[in-house]
């Protein structure tokens, strides 16, 4: 009997990004609808990866292809950076990271001339506009359907890291929200966002996304919005709490950094997952967005308690035991102790109180060209 | 019976307020009928709403009510000018050079094709060559009013917005130089020929330098606080308007200069954003109504073929000059299409700039008036309308509930 849902076999542990990004005027910096002009000339180019629309035509999101080290996947980032960059200049628009933008008025957005915007859209009414914010999705192959349902499992106990790692959308529709990720806030109004059902075995997912589809729920796994989803035609778990962050090369860190977690959860983690570590998620998951580093972990099955910055701390000494000095675990590190995205916006923002100024300095960030002001 | 002296007299006679007041609503008015009726530009509206008040029709408003109102149609053009200048981000002609290559033919192209359409016609060369110059801009007013009523952008937009700052200020410069030989032909000593033209161009642009420095210069004291800053442009601006005035310099070029040199020199981006919004709407209805009493119908049986012939040169010479690099500037040559049917837009404002002209030569008055009312007259209700298309086709519009 064909498989309802048939999980690709992919090569354990490659990776790959998909990167969600703003487009902004140079005139006040607010969000501008140039994504069909920018896809236009850009398609034209030769490039590595995908650069597609998404919802609203102030986004874009490009992919990278697939890679097993950290350094090539930073290549590719970097390389897909330049491209569009320059060609967002000829255009004069400004290409930028962050996980929403800190201004725009949602009512402004224009929904994207394609059929699964439009049916967005259609569906979700006001929802969609607003799902104007930026993630960084993560992609960890896997070599079979049973292994990606575990790790996406053994995965929830990191989400809080990861969130508060990558956070940087502390500004929306013109306030202080005093989140340090306030994007995941829009996640949370979609019906079928969430945590993917408690199953381990591929089977199971199946008859789970065959009972939902024939009940008329869904027709894809893109109709799932969950925080980790498997993502069966490309063989891969994907992760998607991350902001996107302000620099192409913090993407690449914080992939690696999931992948080198993914290693050693498969091969000398706790093999045992249970239910019960979604008992604290989504208090946590709210630590994580609210405080950011400083956000409180909460253990239920031990009773340990911690900052989230000791419990990364914790975890890269860990893997680096493991699997050895990888350059990602020194630079998860480094964010413990320089602050997260969100942190610098708000710093940047100080210097000249201006939402405006701080959008042009993320742009300059983006192009790595931080000081020329 | 003696009159009671506490009444009137009739008609009771009215300052220049009452005639803002009276065109304000009734041009308001007419645009929403417009709008609703027909779908087309409010500003068709505010534009008809001039001619028929106007003193070329019912003569509501008549010629001294006009000419009082000079003051508030120098302002409003100033504060105009002023917005469209600040809108254009000149180091875009810096990471995009074949930009300044596309306005320099759009704009070249349509001053020759206009000027030897207008001299096949027999006119003298000078007259062609200050038609043409005038030929050259397209409207500031109907771009911002178009571009701001239908919420437009994308690149048809954008670049719609930098060729036009950039196609006013080549045609105000171009006809103060021209005022040159027109001085040779009609008056004559050498300090006029010279003098004038180099005082209208460099006295223009150096005042527009020093307005926007110090500007900045209070701006950056009194912070980026939107609502301060708007109270200190709108004051800048009617002191720049009335010392222009003064000087004698050239309005439209200085105070168009002052915008843009507000945001090239603004490199600390202490210059927030300004949205003049109501107030904006405000001066360009009475910009659009105002200008539109000066057109003149009896100059059109007499000047139609030369009136079509322009409009056709003008249109050649633009759609030419924006398809030679669109390509290599990155516009697709469907964007082009529509980026060229939005530079057709003129409006009656042009004929203020050939009524500045005339005024210090009256002799040449009427030959301009010829030459240029029908075109003007053509273009003000056929290419707004089709500007308008242009962005909805280009899907650059905002559309209520489609987008």
Not at chain 2, 364 to 388: D, G, K
Request: hydrophobic content about 50%; proline content about 4%; overall charge neutral.
């Amino acid at each position: 009997m064909p498989t309802v849902l048939e999980f690709k076999e992919s090569e354990m542990f490659s990776m790959g990004v998909e990167l969600e990004l703003q487009l902004v005027n140079t005139r006040d910096h607010n969000l501008t609808a140039a994504a069909p002009d920018l896809l236009a000339i850009v398609k034209e180019k030769a490039h590595t990866g995908d650069i597609k629309p998404e919802i609203t035509q102030s986004m874009i999101e490009v992919s990278t292809g697939i890679h097993k080290t950290h350094r090539s996947l930073l290549a590719e980032l970097r390389s897909i950076r330049t491209l569009l960059v320059t060609e967002a200049r000829v255009l004069n628009v400004g290409v930028s990271g962050g996980g929403a933008h800190p201004f725009q008025h949602w009512s402004e957005r224009r929904i994207s001339d394609r059929p699964r915007a439009r049916h967005v859209s259609g569906l979700y009414g006001y929802l969609a506009k607003q799902f104007t914010v930026f993630g960084q999705h993560i992609h960890i192959g896997c070599a079979k359907g049973d292994d990606a349902l575990f790790l996406l499992h053994s995965m929830a106990r990191y989400m809080p890291q990861l969130i508060a790692l990558s956070a940087g959308s502390p500004y929306y529709q013109g306030v202080d929200t005093a989140f340090d990720s306030s994007r995941l806030n829009s996640v949370f109004a979609f019906p079928l966002s969430g945590r993917a059902p408690f199953v381990l075995h591929w089977n199971e997912f199946e008859a789970y996304f065959e009972r939902m589809r024939t009940a008329g729920i869904v027709e894809s796994m893109k109709d799932f919005y969950w925080d980790v989803r498997p993502k069966p035609e490309y063989g891969t778990i994907e992760i998607r709490v991350c902001d996107t962050p302000l620099t192409v090369d913090r993407a690449a860190t914080l992939t690696a950094y999931v992948q080198g977690l993914c290693r050693w959860l498969l091969s000398q983690g706790p093999r045992d997952v249970t239910e019960e570590i979604y008992l604290a998620y989504t208090y946590n998951r709210f630590q994580a967005c609210r405080f950011g580093l400083e956000g409180e972990f909460v253990d239920v099955a031990t009773g340990m308690r911690r900052t989230i910055a000791e419990d990364i701390l914790a975890t890269t000494e860990t893997v680096r035991r493991a699997l050895g000095n990888e350059a990602a675990l020194y630079e998860v590190e480094e964010i413990v102790s320089n602050g997260n995205e969100a942190r610098w916006m708000r710093e940047q923002y100080a210097v000249n109180r201006s939402l405006p100024d701080l959008m042009w300095r993320q742009v300059l960030r983006f192009r790595g060209e931080e000081g020329k002001t | 019976m003696q009159e009671p002296f506490f009444l009137p007299s009739w008609p009771p006679s009215v300052e220049n307020f009452f005639w803002y007041g009276a065109l304000l609503l009734s041009a308001g008015i007419a645009g929403e009928l417009v709008e609703r009726w027909t779908r087309q530009p409010r500003m068709m509206g505010w534009v008809l709403a001039g001619i028929l008040l106007g003193p070329h029709v019912t003569g509501a408003i008549d010629v001294s009510a006009l000419a009082g109102m000079s003051s508030l149609i120098h302002l409003a053009m100033g504060v105009l000018l002023f917005e469209l200048g600040q809108r254009v981000d000149l180091s875009w002609l810096r990471s995009n050079p074949k930009l300044l290559g596309t306005s320099a033919l759009e704009s070249g192209l349509a001053f020759a094709l206009m000027f030897l359409v207008i001299q096949l016609f027999g006119k003298p060369p000078l007259v062609a060559a200050v038609a043409a110059a005038i030929g050259v801009s397209t409207s500031p007013a109907v771009v911002l009013a178009i571009t701001q009523d239908q919420r437009a952008q994308g690149q048809v937009t954008e670049r719609l917005l930098l060729l036009t700052a950039l196609n006013s200020i080549y045609a105000y410069i171009t006809v103060n130089i021209l005022i040159a030989p027109l001085a040779t032909e009609y008056r004559g000593d050498l300090v006029t020929i010279l003098g004038h033209p180099a005082y209208l161009v460099f006295g223009s642009l150096a005042f527009a330098a020093i307005m926007a420095r110090s500007t900045l210069e209070i701006l950056r004291l009194l912070g980026r606080r939107e609502e301060t800053q708007f109270l200190a442009i709108i004051a800048m601006l009617i002191v720049a308007v009335w010392i222009s005035i003064a000087l004698r310099l050239s309005v439209p070029l200085a105070l168009l200069g002052f915008g843009t040199m507000m945001r090239t020199f603004d490199r600390g981006r202490h210059f927030v954003w300004l949205n003049f919004g109501r107030l904006g709407r405000i001066f360009l209805i009475l910009l659009f109504s105002s200008t539109a009493a000066y057109l003149d119908f009896t100059f059109v049986p007499a000047g139609i073929g030369i009136g079509l012939a322009i409009v056709v040169a003008r249109f050649v010479g633009k759609t030419a000059g924006v398809f030679a690099l669109a390509r290599p500037s990155g516009l697709p040559y469907r964007k082009a299409w529509f980026l060229s049917l939005g530079l057709m837009p003129k409006s009656a404002l042009a004929i203020i700039l050939v009524n500045q002209t005339a005024m210090l030569y009256p002799e040449f008055r009427p030959l301009m008036a010829t030459v240029m009312m029908s075109a003007i007259l053509i273009l003000e209700f056929a290419a707004a309308p089709i500007m308008q298309l242009a962005l909805i086709y280009s899907k650059e519009a905002f559309e209520e509930g489609k987008n």
